[in-house]
């Protein structure tokens, strides 16, 4: 590819598209966080900069949960009585001050919208597949298909450090095939951990294949070393070029790691950009890697400490679900992280507390693949794509209610009892929150229909909010403390404002299901798992779904304030930003 070819998506259509949707979700999201207030002005609205002098007006439709509906195309910039073209970075500088950037953050935060405006860019030159095409396509097609990532965070695809090469290999839009490079990492600095059964050498000949399995062991021996005293352990190709053989260069000079060259499978990038599906064989296992780049408020390393207890507490969560009849019956799985190699550099870790990038540079973790548990007639979906909405406007979700031959209202009472349901149950029976948004759950679909739901990403984000929660040892990491009035949260927060929100509004934007439709079946499914767990009687008086209203949670505030580390993962409660209250929309029903 030349060097031009490079930035070929970048021209000033595109850019001029990219821009006008990324302020239509920073007005909407902003508005929502309450970080500023749009004034009524006649048919519309109108936001103005710090200064007073620059105004953006658009119209809009309100809806539940404070949300902010906004028309992209009627959005416009004026300033002293001239209109203006609509520039996402310029728009970050007016409002400076009402968003809280402090000189310190803007600039890198500027850096990561002018990311996110190129990945749009790129996503604008792929083919126009439409919603109802989408719905009938394979997993990593949709997996790949995806133009908006999270729905909440405006500055969604930073992934600072890629180059324009790099975003055009290992981006998830760009679907290209990744081989995986290996290094041998000397078992006086690196731990293997498996889930019950699971022995290392089978386990890697499985991943590996005979073939390159001999070939890694033969570039060993080759250097007069013993495979023996040797882990093999993925990474993903950028920490190889840009990190591990730079940073690291102590630890490849002494041995402690060797670079064995490329596994044979292709494999493709997932929404998460550091997990990888195995395309050449479906069936292996997921890898997920190091990746020393910034996005969306943490740089996405692993750490070699957190990956030790990680096979333990997938086996106890997956032990819990298949011994709960509650769970069982909603169909709900776990793909589990079964495996996870981790590589200690001792002198890095002398000179750092527990939260430093640096200790996060080299760890691998092999979790399942659904493909194996399809049952026949069965497809794959991740749940982000029912956010997804096409070129002409047309949502995936709809596509699928479309395709299921289902009223919408029994289309989205199977999905909650799939998606919902348990999350319900996992927080009333065990004080067990997920983090369920739309990238860590899978969907199982038979013709357009939620069957059940695949949760994943577990010990990382799972906490049990109970410090005192009889719990093995190896896992007793996940119990953490959560003040009493914030632990319905993980459900307001994470699944009616972050996720609902934004599929109830689609889903009434385009006259599929109106509002009062859409909350009226989540409230018959909350009320339908109360009166089947009437023994839970006195855990759902005390954390009161019906609620009149529940506290504003804002994730934008958190990556403005801090887009390095947004939140403490050990004390997940304690950065939460808390600006005033939303009303319930299930509260009426």
Request: charged share 25%.
């Amino acid at each position: 590819m030349s060097l031009a070819d490079a930035v070929a998506h970048l021209s000033p259509e595109r850019w001029a598209s990219a821009n006008r949707l990324l302020l239509r979700k920073a007005l909407a999201e902003f508005a929502h966080e309450r970080l500023i207030t749009p004034e009524r002005e006649g048919e519309r609205y109108v936001v103005r900069s710090d200064d007073g002098l620059t105004a953006y007006r658009f119209s809009a439709v309100r809806r539940a949960l404070d949300h902010w509906q906004i028309d992209a195309d009627s959005l416009t910039r004026h300033r002293e009585g001239g209109e203006l073209p609509l520039a996402a970075l310029d728009f970050f500088i007016e409002l400076k001050t009402s968003l809280g950037l402090s000189d310190e953050i803007l600039p890198v935060y500027l850096e990561e919208i002018s990311s996110t405006l190129s990945g749009t860019c790129y996503k604008l030159t792929k083919p126009r597949v439409t919603s109802a095409e989408l719905a009938g396509s394979g997993f990593q097609a949709i997996e790949t298909g995806m133009t908006e990532g999270h729905p909440c965070f405006v500055g969604n695809n930073g992934r600072l450090g890629f180059g324009v090469h790099e975003y055009l290999s290992y981006a998830p839009e760009t679907a290209s095939p990744v081989r995986l490079v290996w290094l041998a990492a000397h078992r006086s600095r690196a731990a293997f951990t498996a889930g019950v059964g699971i022995e290392y050498e089978d386990f890697l000949r499985g991943e590996l294949g005979e073939r390159a399995l001999s070939r890694f062991r033969a570039t060993l021996t080759g250097q007069g070393l013993d495979p023996a005293d040797y882990l093999f352990l993925p990474v993903h190709p950028w920490q190889w070029w840009n990190k591990l053989s730079v940073t690291f260069a102590a630890e490849v000079a002494r041995r402690h790691l060797v670079c064995l060259g490329e596994g044979d499978d292709e494999y493709l990038a997932q929404q998460s950009i550091r997990t990888f599906f195995n395309s050449s064989a479906p069936h292996k296992h997921y890898v997920k890697t190091a990746l020393s780049v910034l996005n969306m408020g943490f740089m996405r390393g692993l750490s070699a400490a957190y990956m030790e207890a990680t096979p333990a507490i997938n086996d106890w969560l997956a032990q819990l679900i298949e011994n709960d009849p509650v769970l069982k019956s909603t169909g709900l799985t776990i793909i589990r992280e079964r495996a996870a190699v981790g590589y200690r550099h001792l002198e890095y870790e002398q000179a750092t507390d527990r939260y430093s990038p640096y200790r996060k540079m080299l760890a691998a973790l092999w979790r399942e693949s659904p493909v194996p548990s399809l049952r026949t007639g069965e497809s794959l979906a991740t749940m982000a794509s029912l956010l997804h909405v096409d070129h002409a406007g047309a949502s995936f979700a709809g596509a699928l209610i479309e395709r299921s031959g289902l009223t919408p209202t029994e289309w989205l009472r199977r999905y909650l009892r799939a998606y919902y349901t348990p999350l319900l149950h996992s927080f009333y029976a065990y004080d067990l929150a997920f983090m369920p948004h739309g990238e860590n759950v899978i969907l199982a679909l038979e013709d357009g229909v939620v069957q059940r739901a695949v949760y994943k990403d577990i010990a990382e984000e799972i906490v049990v909010m109970d410090p005192d929660a009889v719990l093995p040892p190896e896992v007793r990491r996940i119990a953490v403390e959560v003040p009493e009035d914030k632990k319905l949260l993980s459900i307001f927060t994470d699944v009616f404002d972050c996720f609902f929100r934004f599929l109830a509004a689609l889903l009434a934007g385009e006259e599929i299901l109106d509002e009062d439709g859409f909350w009226r079946t989540v409230a018959e499914v909350t009320r339908e798992y109360q009166e089947a767990n009437p023994e839970l009687g006195d855990k759902f008086r005390q954390y009161d779904m019906f609620a009149p209203e529940f506290a504003l949670s804002c994730l934008n505030r958190l990556q403005l304030r801090d887009n390095r580390q947004m939140v403490d993962l050990a004390d997940p409660s304690g950065a939460l930003q808390l600006v005033g209250t939303l009303k319930n929309p299930i509260a009426g029903f």
